[in-house]
């Protein structure tokens, strides 16, 4: 069993950066892949960054050059920071790790991004 716990959602003016962390309950060693996802009211849910265990990071279009996943093994955490942000970023963000057997998600962080 994997549990991620997502953390560093909020409020956020446009242009701002916030910094979302997933813990995982174990070694994130094994994992084939940790991924965010974000869905907004009324829209599908969607990949927005995805990092595999050999380092390969893959970024969807509408945040490529804003959003970094980064992943701390000694932490067994992801991170995603997200620069420049902008209102249609708002969304719950959620954490995805794909362990060889299983596919796990957190409950969600909510991030608003307002003047």
């Known amino acids: 069993q994997v549990q991620p716990v997502e953390s560093g959602g909020g409020l956020v003016q446009p242009g701002g950066s916030l910094r979302l962390s997933c813990a995982a309950s174990r070694s994130i060693f094994s994992f084939n892949v940790m991924a965010w996802y974000r869905q907004a009211p009324g829209k599908q849910r969607e990949l927005v960054a995805r990092i595999t265990s050999g380092g390969i990071t893959n970024y969807a279009d509408s945040v490529k050059g804003r959003f970094t996943i980064t992943r701390d093994a000694a932490k067994n955490t992801v991170y995603l920071q997200m620069n420049s942000l902008k209102r249609e970023d708002t969304a719950v963000y959620y954490c995805?790790?794909?362990?060889?057997?299983?596919?796990?998600w957190g409950q969600g962080t909510q991030v608003t991004v307002s003047s």
């Open positions: 995805n790790i794909v362990p060889p057997l299983g596919n796990y």
